[in-house]
């Protein structure tokens, strides 16, 4: 793997507080000049403390490895009543678990060979675990890596859509590992003061955790275009990003008025997402319906037909009062469930502004085709349906007539 | 059991239905001359048809009973394709389950014999199925019995409070079938015509379903005071009925920030909740934590102190921006989670007006006494929290000193 292992040295401790701190039940970061500390409450009273240690001393001079035996937790929990001062903070009900660790800051300089042996997870890519990152890089590597295989292996896609596996996941560990630099610097960086110009403000501080927010929520992480991420017609969803995952959003149901997140719309089922945005009226829905079908047909009528390969669902610019659900066509809503509205529950409380979040104009409409992966493919004009075939064709395989 | 049998003979019907009915995912009820129908949609793609019969044939004129095996789910789904005309409905995928009954309408004139024996459930009351209330009123009878039984047999409360529970949930019982008399009649009979003024109108029945909406959800179903149920203070709350459920109403969390709805702070765990409407305030609260900690132990004390008997939690009247939960003296949290805020949660959408809605003073506070089976039993000023006492003396049986 390619890149160097910091000189930040960390401990980890869950444990039930006993403390007078006010913040113990919300995540915080404490910034201090004996030290920083992050409270992360976890589940029924248990919190974990991140305690940053200054003790070259725990580290074994041979490997440059920590040595736990050389700690313990007790000197841990001391470390961090230094951080949390003037508050006080204790366990009487003792440790549940503890670690020491050092952050290596590596990527793998090959994710695969010949598209025949893949590595994922902690196998490619190494960074603090601070910001939660590890488990979930793990897991959508994996999920990349599985939806593409298994459109390889049924023979609906060629070898060559495998390529993108490294050429997506690679780079996004190279911006985890970035994200990861410029983060721990700063988290472990002393607070300024008169005497030290070059520490790190408050403001500083707050100003990062809230613009890494969509990075680590998973929401920010982008492919670049590919075979896979088309960016032609952008500017038809100009509220989205080709390339990012589809933003979660409240619709509500034409069926029976239940608000629904269109994220619960694209289950990972390996299907490509395809949400119709039919806009505001109701005149071209027959019209639209047959072309939709007649060009989806074209990639999965020997694949098991339209609902095997692709999750069709709309997504009307009208409200829940004037729509019922059996107006539109069956060819866009292959089950009752599958008709939304741009509009708020009944209780007025989630729901409307999809379209103007997504950038959609709500008489111009637009198809938004969505990977296995909830990554946003491309985005099609509804008079000009053209594209989604150019898409698909780009790297699925020809059905035979 | 005292009461009578009607003359409504009922079908139901589950299967998965190919219908052009637009609102077959609503819960709705269908009145027409064809005879009326009840749509309630259940979980996946079932649906439930409640369906009304005018076929005397399928009663035993020996017993009176139904007689299943003289009828069919096909004829069954025929009556509700007359009903559902000029809509569509078709089972291809077969019926799952089919039944017939009569609504008899019957209470027991004793629900126990000399508090040694009790009966609940279907045992003390017969009623129509269709508002959903023969499983909840059984679960409520068993509840109301359950908490007084394990307190008196803890040797807290005299045998006398057994009393309460046909006292109770036998008025309860006629309550619910007075409701199911209007209900039944309203829904099995004929809609208004120029020929028949003595039919049901639309907007009739529409406003039946609108105000028995709060009987239905259990809100609304009222006790009569008694030793359980103090109305001297009902005006420092009243937004709330002494005697009917507490209110759902969502608050926030003070140390985490987090909505929380006011009935997770109430778990069936046989303890009576004590919250502590503490006002707009905050000099007062450690008198005030002294003075009702010392009336709840005298109730209390050789019981396993207060968190034994007593559910206490605090709700201020002020904003998360200013309050830090460990403002509160300990004796009104016994946990971090046991202060609440009238605020609405980071996001606006939930949370607010609780002290509105209760009709609590803002300056002024309340302690609501809430029963374990969520009933408020009380309520007391904060300046007079004799009341308290009083309500505990009433039934609970003097502590040894």
């Not at 920083?36 to 490895?65: F, K, N, W």
Request: aromatic share 10%.
């Amino acid at each position: 793997m390619e890149g160097e292992q910091t000189d930040y040295i960390w401990g980890v401790l869950d444990f039930v507080p006993d403390t007078d701190l006010p913040d113990i039940r919300i995540f915080c970061a404490v910034h201090s000049h004996n030290g920083s500390c992050m409270v992360i409450p976890r589940e029924g009273d248990t919190v974990r403390l991140y305690v940053q240690l200054s003790d070259a001393d725990v580290q074994d001079a041979a490997t440059g490895r920590v040595d736990k035996s050389k700690f313990s937790p007790e000197r841990l929990l001391d470390v961090a009543r230094r951080s949390l001062s003037p508050f006080t903070i204790a366990a009487p009900r003792g440790v549940e678990w503890w670690t020491l660790y050092i952050i290596g800051q590596r990527v793998a300089s090959k994710y695969s060979v010949q598209e025949r042996v893949f590595i994922a997870g902690d196998a490619c890519h190494t960074h603090s675990p601070k910001a939660g990152q590890g488990m979930n890089a793990s897991i959508n590597d994996s999920h990349d890596l599985a939806w593409k295989l298994t459109h390889v292996i049924r023979g609906w896609a060629g070898l060559s859509l495998l390529k993108t596996y490294e050429f997506e996941r690679r780079k996004y560990a190279q911006d985890l590992i970035a994200f990861d630099k410029r983060w721990s610097a700063l988290f472990s960086g002393k607070p300024r003061t008169d005497e030290d110009a070059d520490g790190v403000t408050h403001e500083e501080f707050l100003e990062a955790l809230k613009t890494s927010d969509q990075f680590m929520s998973g929401i920010g992480v982008y492919y670049a275009p590919s075979v896979l991420t088309r960016m032609t017609h952008q500017a038809s969803a100009h509220g989205l990003v080709i390339g990012q995952r589809l933003h979660p959003h409240i619709f509500v149901r034409a069926a029976d008025a239940r608000p629904v997140d269109i994220h619960d719309m694209l289950p990972a089922d390996g299907r490509f997402g395809v949400a119709v945005f039919a806009g505001d009226a109701d005149t071209h829905l027959a019209t639209l319906a047959h072309s939709l079908d007649t060009l989806l047909r074209r990639h999965a009528d020997q694949r098991g037909g339209v609902a095997a390969v692709f999750n069709v669902f709309t997504v009307l610019a009208r409200s829940k009062d004037d729509v019922n659900y059996t107006d539109v066509p069956e060819l866009l809503r292959p089950h009752w469930s599958k008709v939304l509205l741009d509009d708020t529950d009944m209780f007025g409380r989630s729901g409307g502004g999809g379209y103007d979040a997504y950038g959609i104009d709500r008489a111009r409409g637009a198809v938004v085709i969505v990977r296995p992966d909830g990554f946003v493919g491309t985005v099609a004009p509804l008079e000009d349906l053209s594209e989604i075939d150019e898409y698909f064709s780009s790297f699925m395989v020809e059905t035979q007539s």
